[in-house]
Structures are given as structure tokens and as C-alpha cells.
Antibody, heavy 121, light 107 residues
Framework: QVQLVQSGADVKKPGASVKVSCKAS????????INWVRQATGQGLEWMGW????????AYAKKFQGRVTMSRNTSISTAYMELSSLRSEDTAVYYC??????????????WGQGTLVTVSS | DIQMTQSPSSLSASVGDRVTITCRAS??????LNWYQQKPGKAPKLLVY???TLQSGVPSRFSGSGSGTDFTLTVSSLQPEDFATYYC?????????FGQGTKVEIK
């Protein structure tokens, strides 16, 4: 079965960077995009961007351009999301999600369990 | 960016009620609209994709409709396990966006 397993919770100081991993199993890693979505406590879902694991091509939400980098290691079926210049407002649960390209829509059919990133001095 | 606006932001309903949530896009998105359900402390779960296609395993009491800019998610008879927050999401543009969410609470 498809599984996305993310790295554990992390605490960072303001100005630092964080790198979250997402290990895929149960399907061919390079066949589906990996998206990243975050959710601050008590807030809604915020799409951050996607990466094509086959080509490495990425697209980032304007809010995160210049601060986020999505990458992958195909040999271990793992995607990464690195966010730099962290500030307190970046405290959130970060999810990876598998993208599916359908005929009439693209969507996320499987999600990781989430990784809590806390930014605090 | 395409903005997605859900209404209402929250609602109270009873078990057995029919519930409808709406989602409006700031421009036409054809049927590139998906619905997710999220329970506290859990990752979101896909309910409906392409505006009206039910994801495998999702109960038939859930249905989606709409195209262009206006969409609805309907729960025909609310069950105890349906109390959650629901999000719409567009995938029409390269940069995807979610609605702000609708919290369905027990009356």
C-alpha cells in the first residue's frame, strides 16, 4: 500500500533552516509529484509547492519563493522540503502529499503523517 | 493567484441532517476542484476530485457538484464520523490553493 513517512518533529531558532523528509513506499516514486502543504495551529491548509521526482522540476507558491527548496533522492524514494530564514510564523505542521494527474483534475490521494516544526528562540 | 472562498466558515448540524458547503473560485477553474476532510490531529483525506468524482472508499452520502467558479459539497445524511473540517482546493493553475475551510460541528 502507498505510504508516505515523514521525519520527526523539529525545533529551530529564528533565522535557521529546516529540512523535512518524506519517504515514499508502495508505488514507483518517480511516477507521481510530491506536494508540500503546511498548517499552523488552528489554521487552514496552505499549499507550498510541488516537485516532480522524475525530472526534479519544481513550482513554489509565491509566498515561499526564495525561501523554500524541494528536492529528492530517487535512490531511496525520498523527497525533501527545506525552508530557510525561519520565523515564528513558520511554526506549523508540514505535510507531504502524493499528487495524481487526472483527466479533469489533479489531486492529492495520499498524505504523510505530518511533521511539526517549531520556531522559537 | 486563484483565490478560493468557502462558505460558511463553520456550521452546526445534527446527525441525519443534510449539509451543503460551497466553494467559489476567483476565476473559472473548469472542474479542477477537489474536496478534503480533516479531523483534529490527522492528515487531510481526499473525498471528491474533479468536482464530482467520489474517491474510492468514500461513503456515497458525500457528493460534489459544480464547474467553472461555483462548487458544492453535500453530505446527504450527516453521521457522527463526519464532524470535521472540510477544504476545497483548486488545481487549475500551476500554483494550487485551498479554501479557508468549513468546520462542521455537532449541534
Amino acid at each position: 500500500q502507498v505510504q508516505l513517512v515523514q521525519s520527526g518533529a523539529d525545533v529551530k531558532k529564528p533565522g535557521a533552516s529546516v529540512k523535512v523528509s518524506c519517504k515514499a513506499s508502495g508505488y514507483t516514486f518517480t511516477n507521481n509529484d510530491i506536494n508540500w502543504v503546511r498548517q499552523a495551529t488552528g489554521q487552514g491548509l496552505e499549499w507550498m509547492g510541488w516537485m516532480n521526482p522524475n525530472t526534479g522540476k519544481t513550482a513554489y507558491a509565491k509566498k515561499f519563493q526564495g525561501r523554500v527548496t524541494m528536492s529528492r533522492n530517487t535512490s531511496i524514494s525520498t523527497a525533501y522540503m527545506e525552508l530557510s530564514s525561519l520565523r515564528s510564523e513558520d511554526t506549523a505542521v508540514y505535510y507531504c502529499a502524493r499528487g495524481v494527474s487526472g483527466t479533469y483534475s489533479d489531486y492529492f490521494d495520499h498524505w504523510g503523517q505530518g511533521t511539526l516544526v517549531t520556531v522559537s528562540s | 493567484d486563484i483565490q478560493m472562498t468557502q462558505s460558511p466558515s463553520s456550521l452546526s448540524a445534527s446527525v441525519g441532517d443534510r449539509v451543503t458547503i460551497t466553494c467559489r473560485a476567483s476565476q473559472s477553474i473548469s472542474t479542477y476542484l477537489n474536496w478534503y476532510q480533516q479531523k483534529p490531529g490527522k492528515a487531510p483525506k481526499l473525498l471528491v476530485y474533479a468536482a464530482s468524482t467520489l474517491q474510492s472508499g468514500v461513503p456515497s452520502r458525500f457528493s460534489g457538484s459544480g464547474s467553472g467558479t461555483d462548487f458544492t459539497l453535500t453530505v446527504s445524511s450527516l453521521q457522527p464520523e463526519d464532524f470535521a473540517t472540510y477544504y476545497c482546493q483548486q488545481s487549475y493553475s500551476v500554483l494550487w490553493t485551498f479554501g479557508q475551510g468549513t468546520k462542521v460541528e455537532i449541534k
